[in-house]
């Protein structure tokens, strides 16, 4: 039974690395219009967020948190002018995965891997 324990904690471990990237890359983002706003780049704890409206205060980089399920947002433009909290990884059908933003109120983007 130890055995049993210690190959599966080590199985876990391993695979937290997996989980932990999960979220990294391109991600191309709509709003609830469907309409495409932006493009968020994540790579280790910073973001990117270049949004396709000219001059939109939005558009800029932060730092993250990594969650389990996803990140969360710790300051830069996406923060402070929009009020996302949250990016959750979710089951896609047509992508696999998505990332859903989030403020503390409700869902604001979807975006899918790019």
Same mark, same amino acid.
């Given at each position: 039974?130890?055995? +049993?324990?210690? /190959?599966?904690?080590?199985?876990? /471990? #391993?695979?937290?690395?997996? +989980?932990a990237q999960a979220y990294q890359g391109n991600w191309s983002c709509r709003d609830a219009t469907t309409n495409r706003v932006g493009i968020l780049t994540i790579y280790g704890q910073v973001y990117g967020w270049a949004s396709?409206?000219?001059?939109?205060?939005? #558009?800029?980089? *932060?730092?993250?948190?990594?969650? !389990?399920?996803?990140? *969360? +947002?710790?300051?830069?433009?996406?923060?402070?002018?929009?009020? &996302? !909290?949250?990016?959750?990884? &979710?089951?896609?059908?047509?992508?696999? /995965?998505?990332? !859903?933003?989030?403020?503390?109120?409700?869902?604001?983007?979807?975006?899918?891997?790019?």
């Open positions: 039974m130890r055995r +049993f324990a210690l /190959v599966l904690a080590l199985t876990a /471990v #391993s695979a937290l690395p997996a +989980f396709r409206t000219l001059g939109d205060p939005t #558009s800029g980089s *932060g730092n993250l948190a990594v969650y !389990q399920d996803g990140v *969360g +947002f710790n300051d830069g433009n996406l923060k402070a002018n929009a009020s &996302i !909290q949250a990016g959750r990884l &979710i089951n896609d059908p047509t992508y696999g /995965v998505a990332l !859903q933003l989030e403020t503390a109120e409700a869902i604001v983007m979807l975006c899918n891997p790019r």
